[in-house]
């Protein structure tokens, strides 16, 4: 919820102007540059609340976005090398806490798939970097990574990922299509006198 102290304000401000909007239709000044710098003087003041208030909501998401990372890091942090070993659930979990997303483009001309991969944080090619290499507890500074990285998958892949999918997709209707068939096969009733 955006502070109140703002809503208040806000809505004070805009009060303020109504009111100053109404003196003016009743004539209270006599001056038309006094009644023209008081309306600037509110409506600045109206759209830097305005503005204070969308910076506040803005933060707010971002500490909810926080908050989930943090939860995220607690869920994995201790569990970062068994990602091998993890279910196809755990591995789609763990993958939305470090990918924004993915945007894939087309070669047209190699027909080649582009990737490009938005992190939540610059993971790619960060780390530390040691003050004496020699002397580790010296100290390190950390290396700032960056949020995106980019990854080619060549036509030829494709296309054999393709045949492999198909080629599996198959086996699996023609399995099902068996199975149907030795659960459904007709059963013939003998009577015996």
């Known amino acids: 919820m955006v502070s109140k102290r703002l809503a208040v304000e806000l809505k004070g401000f805009q009060s303020t102007l109504a009111d100053v909007e109404t003196n003016k239709l009743l004539n ?3 001056d038309e540059t ?16 305005k503005d204070e208030i969308e910076q506040t909501r803005l933060r707010i ?7 989930k990372w943090l939860d995220w890091v607690g869920k994995y942090a201790e569990h970062i090398d068994a990602v091998g070993e993890f279910t196809d659930e755990e591995r789609k979990d ?13 070669d047209k001309e190699t027909l080649d798939h582009h990737l490009d991969i938005h992190f939540r944080l610059p993971l790619v090619n960060d780390g530390i970097e040691y003050k004496d290499p020699k002397k580790k507890s010296s100290g390190y500074t950390v290396v700032e990574g960056m949020k995106t ?3 080619t998958i060549a036509h030829s892949m494709v296309k054999s990922m393709s045949a492999a999918s198909r080629k599996f997709g198959r086996q ?3 399995a099902k299509k068996k199975l149907s068939q030795l659960t459904h096969e007709p059963q ?3 009577t015996v006198e």
């Open 94 to 106: 763990y993958l939305e806490g470090i990918v924004d997303r993915i945007d894939v483009f087309l």
């Open 172 to 174: 699996q209707q023609v």
């Open 28 to 30: 209270v000044y006599e």
């Open 149 to 151: 990285a980019t990854s």
């Open 61 to 67: 998401r971002e500490l909810g976005k926080e908050q």
């Open 188 to 190: 013939t009733n003998t």
């Open 34 to 49: 006094v009644y023209q710098g008081i309306v600037t003087n509110l409506k600045t003041k109206i759209t830097q609340t």
